[in-house]
């Protein structure tokens, strides 16, 4: 049995991911801003509720399957997007869009991808997610909305809470490009990983091929990195909620939102779903951990809009905590990211079946048959949530 067969949690996973993948790409994944306080607390927060066991319930014919912006999933769960995920593993975007599909869940693919929307468009064969950062060049992302409706791209996820880079200590320490620098010490490092050098080494997707080639005055690796830094758009306000639907056509989630009244204001100016979330604590050090303010979204904006949630989830407890909360559904990103450093697609299945598991039996034993039945019944109350300092 390989270790991929014998890993039981998302923590496994991990664990065999961090041997496997080069340290500036794994710190990339598995970091957050300044102190990490609120990459941190996005977890622990989790932990601090609790579930409602019911017994002598008829747990016969269990149901996961639900829906997300109306269109049918396994588990109400999708991949969030993560940029440089093909730095993870060689054409890490395909492999993960991949097994989404398999198992029956949206895959979102992020501007800052090393596979463009036009690879994963080929190696598919169902719609997928496209995450879009606003940048300065609106002409760039004009053709960059268009690719992804011409890539019959099912929604845009609209990021709002990266108008400026947060800071992460381990990323500047690291020296993190995509593709790597060959310093003596990457070169040290990619020896202690043969097989992560071998498959780079076997694939030409190695830079950010959503704007590689797409940008005019980013011909090279330098000139590519400076335009990236000195693009995200410091004017980007509600108002361009508008346009951006207006282009794309079809539905759009906003995602970064923290605050209820920033939640009444993407849905006023046209958010077809909300993403409750603080970038994985990656942006503002000291924000609320994302499932904390939740609850209080929901109650002010839950019956106009679906409300989704990303950050700190781990396990299928936690999507049915997530969902108990009063999210419709989650994104995970760092479980994507560590099953495919465990193992490629066989790892990012690997980790979206430990997820289904555990929701399915944490939904058993709580005394529930059907995933759309899971809410605030199912926990502790707010209230003794708020006693317990929560």
Known sequence: MSALERALTIEDLKRIARRRVPRQFFDYIDSGAYTEGTYSSNEADYKKITFRQRVAVNLENRNLG??????????????????STGMTDADGEIKAAR?????????????????SIEDVAEATTKPFWFQLYVMKDRDFIHRLID???????????????????????????????????????????????????MRMLGTRRRTFRNIAGHVSDAGNLASLTEWTRTQFDLTLNWTDIGWIKKRFG???????????????LAIDNGADAIVVSNHGGRQLDGAPSSIRVLPEIVDAVGH??????????????????????????????RIMAYGLGAGGEAGVARALEIVRKETDTTMALMGERDIRNI????????????????
């Open 147 to 197: 690719r992804a409706k011409a890539a019959k791209c099912s929604a845009l996820v609209l990021t709002m809470d990266l108008q400026i880079l947060g800071q992460r200590h381990k990323d500047i320490r690291n020296g993190l490009t995509a593709p790597p620098k060959f310093t003596p010490k990457f070169v040290a490092e990619m020896m202690m990983k043969p097989g992560w050098a």
């Open 250 to 264: 079809g539905p759009v989630i906003v995602k970064g939102i923290l605050d209820p009244e920033d939640a009444q």
């Open 99 to 115: 097994a989404a599909e398999k198992f029956g869940i949206p895959f979102t693919l992020s501007t800052m991808g090393i596979c």
């Open 304 to 333: 106009k809009t679906e409300v989704l949630v990303d950050g700190g989830i781990r396990s299928g407890q936690d999507l049915l905590k997530a969902l108990a909360l009063g999210a419709k559904g989650a994104l995970i990103g």
């Open 66 to 83: 639900s829906t997300l912006l109306g269109q049918p999933v396994n588990l109400p769960l999708a991949i969030a997007p993560v940029g």
């Open 375 to 390: 809410g605030a019944h199912n926990v502790y109350s707010n209230d003794l949530l708020r006693r317990q300092g929560y």
